[in-house]
């Protein structure tokens, strides 16, 4: 594979590969700059013909590369992301819209993937049992020891284009599992140079093919191939539960939606807890699963509070994504800015008030902050994909507790307070996968478990460690000793 050049400047032309070899041109699908519709790059697509070709690849490879051998082209893609970190900046930037210091950001996370990945490929986490332990005992011993499963299928969503891909092909890579990556076909530019990027770190071509094209002709095969092990998905709660439906009988791997809140106690360090509101707000243009969708807040410090926020909210100036100045690039495309701006104006209706923002230009949305916000508004029952930070306020714990857990989803949240004992209840009672104190939603670090309960996911984790896990199965074999 010829090293891997992006050029934003120019249309990229790029191709769906099965196995290290592009698709017949055939169907094309074009990438356009959120920002200025600009044409970013155009896309040969595949067909279900491509699909059955990449299954069959996989297969007929096998799963035979040395640990050693998955480290080294884990760290060789790490040194060459590196390299090529502003270049990859710029394409999510580009295709995304996302505000270049986000994109900058999200390749320093994807760069403690491939570390963390690598790193893993050195261990072992294989048990020994001894079987003289019991009366009825044997002098035997069981080993425990992860083997590769045969073929992955990983599907990812637009929000974080390169992240995402790799936080699901660097731990199957870790496994020596081999997969058919099917990326969101808003970002499909910044997935396809990762894939190349693995190519020339030495990925043996039949490990990964990403692939493209209709949903019926490629996503759906996909999902229902009787000889896939494991399909991996991160999207939305409708998708994941259609996949849910649909997959048969192999593992599903289910990251989905969220609606995480800021619950602001009445003895919260309000700057800290202003910091937050808006840092877990408006990050990523609000599209992250784990961005604040909520903001609860204690009614004795409610006007402090969205005094401070509103101040400091006024710093996340919106704008051209490709200037380093901007700190919110747009949503992901203008349908979205329209639908966010609907629930807005809608929730203004039932009552609520705008206190900044609200202006909306093509899929430029204004980092907006509402009060007085009603419980059963659409932008608080459902997940708004989109730098909106709507207010709430409740008039103790258990207030908290209850208003928190009534929503369908469960990601993840985040508390600010200084009591020990409020944050032991919540650690206990809320009713999701990860709960932050002192900190937003989000926080976390590459390798630690992630993933959520209720509409958010089934409780499987991912984040790099847990990921392999799910990659991977446990064989055991028992020997006299
Ligand atoms: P989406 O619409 O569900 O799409 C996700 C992926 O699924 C895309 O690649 C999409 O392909 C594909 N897809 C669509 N229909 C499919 C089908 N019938 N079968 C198989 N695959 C199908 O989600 P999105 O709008 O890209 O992403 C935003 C959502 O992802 C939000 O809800 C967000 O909270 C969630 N998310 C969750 C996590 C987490 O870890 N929990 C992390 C990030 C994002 P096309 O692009 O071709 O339609």
Not at 189 to 197: D, M, N, P, Y
């Amino acid at each position: 594979m010829d090293p891997v050049t992006i050029n934003t400047t120019d249309v990229m032309q790029l191709s769906c590969y099965v196995a290290g070899k592009k698709v017949k041109p055939g169907h094309e699908l074009e990438v356009r700059n959120p920002y200025n519709n600009r044409l970013v790059g155009v896309v040969q697509t595949a067909t279900t013909r491509d699909v059955d070709n990449a299954v069959s690849a996989a297969l007929k490879g096998g799963t035979r590369l040395t640990h050693y051998e998955r480290y080294a082209i884990l760290e060789r893609a790490r040194h060459l992301l590196v390299q090529r970190k502003e270049d990859f900046a710029a394409l999510i930037s580009a295709e995304a819209g996302l505000a270049i210091r986000e994109a900058r950001y999200e390749t320093e996370r994807a760069h403690d993937v491939l570390l963390f990945a690598a790193i893993e490929c050195l261990k072992d986490d294989g048990q020994l049992f001894s079987c003289d332990v019991s009366p009825k005992g044997k002098h035997r011993k069981i080993l425990s020891f992860r083997e590769p499963l045969s073929l992955g299928v990983c599907i990812t969503p637009f929000n974080h284009p390169l992240n995402q891909v790799l936080h699901k092909i660097a731990p199957a890579i870790v496994a020596g599992t081999p997969v058919i990556l099917k990326p969101s076909e808003k970002t499909p530019l910044t997935a396809i140079k990762a894939t190349e990027l693995l190519y020339e770190a030495g990925l043996p071509p039949h490990m990964l093919s990403v692939l493209l094209g209709n949903t019926s002709e490629v996503a759906e095969p996909l999902v229902k191939n009787p000889a896939v092990d494991i399909v991996s998905f991160t999207g939305s709660v409708a998708v994941g539960k259609r996949i849910a439906a649909t997959a048969g009988y192999k593992k599903v791997i289910l990251e989905l939606g969220g609606n995480d809140p800021l619950i602001i106690m009445e003895d919260a360090d309000l700057d800290l807890a202003a910091l937050l509101a808006a840092e877990g707000s408006f990050r990523n243009s609000g599209q992250r699963c784990t961005a604040v969708k909520r903001i609860l807040v204690h009614e004795k410090v409610q006007d402090d509070f969205i005094r401070k926020f509103v101040h400091k909210s006024r710093e996340y100036t919106c704008g051209d994504p490709s200037d380093p100045a901007t700190m919110v690039g747009t949503v992901i495309d203008e349908a979205a800015a329209v639908y966010l701006e609907r629930v807005t104006e809608d929730a203004v209706k039932a009552g609520a008030k705008i206190r900044l923002g609200g202006a909306r230009r093509g899929a430029l949305l204004e980092p907006t902050i509402l009060t007085n916000v009603p419980r059963d508004a659409d932008i608080v029952v459902n997940e708004s994909f989109g730098p909106l930070a709507p207010v709430m306020t409740f008039t103790d714990i258990n207030d908290a507790i209850t208003l928190s857990n009534a929503t369908a989803y469960g990601l993840s949240s985040g508390i600010v307070t200084r009591s020990m004992e409020y944050a032991m209840r919540f650690i206990k009672e809320l009713k999701v996968g990860t709960v932050n104190i002192n900190e937003i939603p989000g926080f976390r670090i590459e390798s630690s478990p992630f993933g959520g309960v209720k509409d958010s996911g089934l409780g499987i984790k991912e984040g790099v460690i847990e990921a392999i896990k799910c990659f991977s199965f446990i064989k055991t074999c028992s020997i006299p000793w």
